[in-house]
T-cell receptor, first 111, second 109 residues
């Protein structure tokens, strides 16, 4: 049981490049979400999914796409990276009632 | 307007001190409130509070919720350097958690 696995741990992108942050969980959680964490801003919700085939926007969705083809995987796509997307990204999953299990995070720098 | 306000933003104490961290929130359809501890990496779960006035304890940490006044506190007694971290609270509104910016606690020997 690995919990929530995020890859990569670190990434540097040039402005305009695209990439996908991977997130997988093996706990059969229906709910998964992506957060970004910036200094002084706390954790802000980007997108979330309440089950396979269902996604929705959070507080800061612009510039990011998600899909949920399986219960286990919830990738986050940056189509055209911008310096404002430099941040630490966390994927998390949870049960309906209890709290989150977080991945270890991806530190993304866009230059 | 922020849904969650944590105070203080940062705190520096000496080992052995007792600290109280505050979390006030303003959410509709409130279901529960969670506290997390974040060190170098991902937040780790501390407490989930659903009922007012019932204290949850785990070792030197305890927390309580006031649903009428819309706040929660996290107490840490006899602090240790290993308690140094950012402490996040997150009320659950409907199906969404909203995180505060956190309180950064530094415990010096």
């Amino acid at each position: 049981n690995a919990g929530v696995t995020q890859t990569p741990k670190f990434q540097v992108l040039k402005t305009g490049q695209s990439m996908t942050l991977q997130c997988a969980q093996d706990m059969n959680h229906e709910y998964m979400s992506w957060y970004r964490q910036d200094p002084g801003m706390g954790l802000r919700l980007i997108h979330y999914s309440v089950g396979a085939g269902i996604t929705d926007q959070g507080e800061v969705p612009n510039g990011y796409n998600v899909s949920r083809s399986t219960t286990e995987d919830f990738p986050l796509r940056l189509l055209s990276a911008a310096p404002s997307q430099t941040s630490v990204y966390f994927c998390a999953s949870k049960t309906q009632v209890y709290g989150y299990t977080f991945g270890s995070g991806t530190r993304l720098t866009v230059v | 307007e922020d849904k969650v306000v944590q105070s203080p933003l940062s705190l520096v104490v000496h080992e052995g001190d007792t600290v109280t961290l505050n979390c006030s929130y303003e959410v509709t359809n409130f279901r529960s409130l969670l506290w997390y501890k974040q060190e170098k990496k991902a937040p780790t779960f501390l407490f989930m509070l659903t009922s007012s006035g019932i204290e949850k304890k785990s070792g030197r940490l305890s927390s309580i919720l006031d649903k009428k006044e819309l706040f929660s506190i996290l107490n840490i007694t006899a602090t240790q350097t290993g308690d140094s971290a950012i402490y996040l609270c997150a009320p659950l509104e409907g199906n969404q958690f909203y995180f505060g910016t956190g309180t950064s606690l530094t415990v010096i020997p």
